[in-house]
């Protein structure tokens, strides 16, 4: 089987607490890419359809994930003030807010991919596991994640949260 790789594009909001000093502590906007790539359980071999899964079921729920929840959301660490004038003022608002322990950074952010979607593809039995997770910020600015940077074992995130559970979840409240 060959390795599928599908791009995506979406809206998000930020703001990062770490250096007040930071342009980047003012919420702020990006259009950004997520490159995915699916690397397959089994080595290709020809016979059948010559194919393990349609393109369209391999990344079915992904996309729909960022199309419908991930793009214009706007994310915050948990212990940003801003959550609690959304919980108290616009609490309507609060399934918008995508959530990160310490800042939403792009390191985060294709990080927190990397383990939504490994849940998909788990949840769908479908034979794959994830390669690499590119994410670019800005059209100088990327990170990309592989499984030599990147252990989904040892991140630090508890199994119960919102990145590792196959629901459409961008936040715990």
């Not at 059948?48 to 729909?64: I, L, P």
Request: a negative charge; hydrophobic letters at 40%; glycine letters at 6%.
């Amino acid at each position: 089987m060959a390795a599928f790789q599908f791009t995506r594009r979406y809206a998000m909001a930020h703001r990062l607490l770490s250096d007040p000093a930071s342009k980047c502590a003012v919420p702020h906007g990006h259009n950004e890419y997520v490159t995915v790539r699916l690397d397959p359980h089994e080595k290709f071999r020809f016979g059948g359809d010559n194919q393990v899964v349609s393109f369209e079921r391999a990344k079915g729920r992904w996309h729909d994930w960022i199309d419908h929840h991930v793009d214009n959301a706007f994310m915050l660490g948990v212990d940003d003030p801003l959550i609690g004038y959304f919980r108290e003022r616009e609490p309507q608002r609060l399934a918008g807010i995508m959530t990160f322990p310490g800042d939403p950074t792009t390191e985060a952010l294709a990080a927190s991919f990397w383990l939504k979607l490994s849940a998909f593809l788990e949840a769908d039995k479908l034979p794959f596991s994830v390669g690499e997770v590119r994410l670019e910020e800005t059209p100088t600015n990327s990170i990309v994640l592989t499984r030599q940077s990147f252990d989904p074992a040892t991140c630090g995130l508890p199994q119960r949260a919102w990145q590792r559970r196959a629901d459409t979840s961008i936040n715990d409240f």
